[in-house]
């Protein structure tokens, strides 16, 4: 679902939630207070919505794309690879059959060398891979096949018989012939006048390495490239042949808070908690106290009677998920608890993998925000799950609703006291 779709919805529900409102404070079940702070909290989200989907509504044509590619499992666990670093850039190989191949990317996603190249390209064209030229290949001009062989002849006669070595050349009878030749034992020898060669530069020149054609005795500096197409079976030369560009890829850093959210199995975590009577939101969209709506990884409720329909208020747990391949940073605690200082909430939980810095659990532990660390996205699930199931979070939040429920007795006393006395 798009962030849009979710404002959608969102919106769908205050506005029903409003509705409802007015009529209990018309039945008289709500006191004037408490329509008018519930009214105003509403009214104040109503609007906050509506600058988010304004702003929603100007996302071009590639965000929808990313979102969608995100949801394929193998998008996923390709950018997973790129995230822990098992994977830096996309190399590829000329192959035969296919073409080219990306083998690296086809291990990490189990997919064919086909559909590796169609989820490559997709990436690309949504801007969530960076392509640059790797290298230039060649193609048959007939048939536009990659299976070449390259073939190297004599550029006199084409025959493939050459040989390739120093060359000597005597300047005395102009014999010319590989270095090897020459040599006798100790000394250099003119096979032709049987001269002794002893200064270089005074009785002979060396050159090369050059060629020698075994069929028409000629050197040449280099032998001439022809190819031959392993398909249709069309010879031809260098400049014929289609010149086809090679692409490694490498991770688009401008989308990297993107990948760390979908690649993050929160939609799993949901599904979990779901069966252990916690209600989880992701992303979630929070009213804070100020009136201004918070974006969050998650949020959780735990399920009591009659809070079937969450409203986007008060949650038992705020979560925000961050990743990093060393640390998380100072900075990402800090963005998190500008925004959770606005919620009224028991337990605001960051997640980092794979841990946190040092500056970044003191400034935790200033804000009074829990700290998680969970060593790989492997075992992210189990963790988050254990922790929310931890006795230590199941007895806070009974102390804090207990002592919630005290204190509202309690001005509920002194309330009916007042209205006695006034009586």
Known sequence: MSVRSELENLKVKAEKALSELEDKY???ELSEDQYKKWKNRLEDYLRSLHKQ??????????SLERSLLYEKSEAQKLLTAFLDERVKRLIPIIDKEYGVRYPEVEKVTGLSALDTIVLIDQ???SNILSASIYSKGIKCPRCRSNNILAQYVCPYCQSPDFDKGKVIEHFKCHYMDFELKFKKETELLCPRCNSVL???????QKHGPWFKCSSCVKFFDEPLATYSCGDCGSVFELQQAVFQSLYSYTLNMNYISEYEKVTIPLKQLEEQLAEKGWILKTPAFIIGVSGLMHQFSAALWFKKEGLEAILPVDPDIILEVYTSSTGITADKVLSFAVKAQDVDC???LIVGIPRFESK???LAEHYNIELLPVRNREIFIETVVNYVLSREVSERLRLQTAETAALEDALKML????VGEGD
């Open 53 to 62: 989907i304004e702003a929603a509504g100007s996302e071009d044509s590639l």
């Open 360 to 362: 970044a659990i003191e």
């Open 26 to 28: 018309f039945k008289k």
């Open 123 to 125: 990436l690309a064209e």
């Open 346 to 348: 028991r337990v605001k």
């Open 415 to 418: 309330d009916e006291k007042l």
């Open 198 to 204: 002893k200064n270089l530069g005074v009785d002979y």
